[in-house]
């Protein structure tokens, strides 16, 4: 059974860290493109970034580029998202997802809440 699992996720005031990990078992991932989506009260799910299997690009969306950071380790079939200079809105819940073509996302975890005080 494939499996993505989230962690790292919590309570956090304005300007603070966190990291979030996307943890996959089940299958090897490591010719998929990895990615961190997020979907605040209210509205649709949003792209938040990606990495392709080599960790030789990596794609931001304009509201969290500069602050967050996506990175991967396939050794341990694992990716991960530094969150740095956290904002209110940047409010939601945190899914990681895996797409073997870049475009469709085909695995899914179950989220991690991040919520951001101010």
């Known amino acids: 059974q494939v499996q993505l699992v989230e962690s790292g996720g919590g309570l956090v005031p304005a300007g603070g860290s966190l990291r979030l990990s996307c943890a996959a078992s089940g299958r090897t991932f490591t010719n998929y493109v990895m990615g961190w989506f997020r979907q605040a009260p209210g509205k649709a799910r949003e792209f938040v970034s990606s990495i392709n299997p080599g960790s030789s690009s990596t794609k931001y969306s304009g509201s969290v580029r500069g602050r967050f950071t996506i990175s991967r380790d396939n050794a341990k079939n694992t990716h991960y998202l530094q969150m740095n200079s956290l904002k209110p809105e940047d409010t939601a819940v945190y899914y990681c997802?895996?797409?073997?073509?870049?475009?469709?996302?085909?695995?899914w975890g179950q989220g991690t809440q991040v919520t951001v005080s101010s």
């Open positions: 997802a895996a797409s073997a073509d870049g475009v469709a996302y085909l695995y």
